[in-house]
């Protein structure tokens, strides 16, 4: 569906004209029926058909609007005021109501298809926009259709948004550009009597080919980034083991102790296999620890099968 179609779909109607009420009703029914007893009374038509034309002109004279409405009323063409709301009343066929103005805050959905960006890539961007009329007398007199007006100028305004923008702007600082939007259109429809309360954009979609090229842009940098941290976790092990080695230095014991941690984790398990340099052994003493190991286990081994498994 094209976008100005969706706008016109969405927008509020705006009633024309005077409308009929209760009050109006009575006005017709009361001389109507006033003329039909005078015509029971004489036998003579013409009391019915003066009953029936003050009531058709006397209809047209009360009118109501509603709490949220404001009635322009034109005397011959000319412009009088505002009415509303509740009851008022107009001289039949002299003044007439030429539009009702909704005071509430209305919403009108636009759109701007396969437009460019600011780096040309072709976009389509739903957006939904927040006003309300302010002023009555100007959005009655300055523009002839101010609720077309005002989805022109949003969409216009969307484009012309988009057309300076680049794509990654514009899928990462939504909250600016909707700012930005809200502002250009509240310059143009100002002086129309409309304010603009927010704009909210709802979809930005790009095509198929960019997305998937997007898609692996954003692996490949998350994998450089895991990368990245991996690196600087390799550099801090290196530099706590440079300081643990310059710890053990000076200090025999605590060299031992931490060799019969390292047998004690690695024989935890049965059948543990233990590959280590024979710089360690000679460094840090580990061939008497490592016999008195293998012999431990050893004896474990030939005495499981009498004593049957420990659990």
Known sequence: MPSDAMGAKNRP??????????I???CFLAPTLLGLLVTFATDSAIGAIVGLILGWVAMWSPNVAKQWERAVVLRLGEYKGLRGPGLFWIIPFVDSVSSWIDQRVLTTSFAAEETLTSDTVPVNVDAVLFWMVYDPEKAA???????????WAAQT?????IGRTPLTVLLRGREQIEADLQKLIDERSTPWGVTVQSVEMRDVVIPLALQDAMSREAHASREKEARIILGQAEVEIAHLFQQAAQSYEGN???LHLRAMNILYEGLKEKGALMLIPSTAVESMGLGGLLGAAALRQQTLSRNEPANGPVI
């Open 13 to 22: 109607s705006t009633p024309q004209g005077p409308r009929l009420n209760v």
């Open 24 to 26: 109006a009703i009575t």
């Open 141 to 151: 007199l300055e523009v002839q259709n101010y609720e077309q007006a005002v989805s």
């Open 157 to 161: 305004a969307l484009r012309d948004i």
């Open 252 to 254: 025999p014991t605590a």
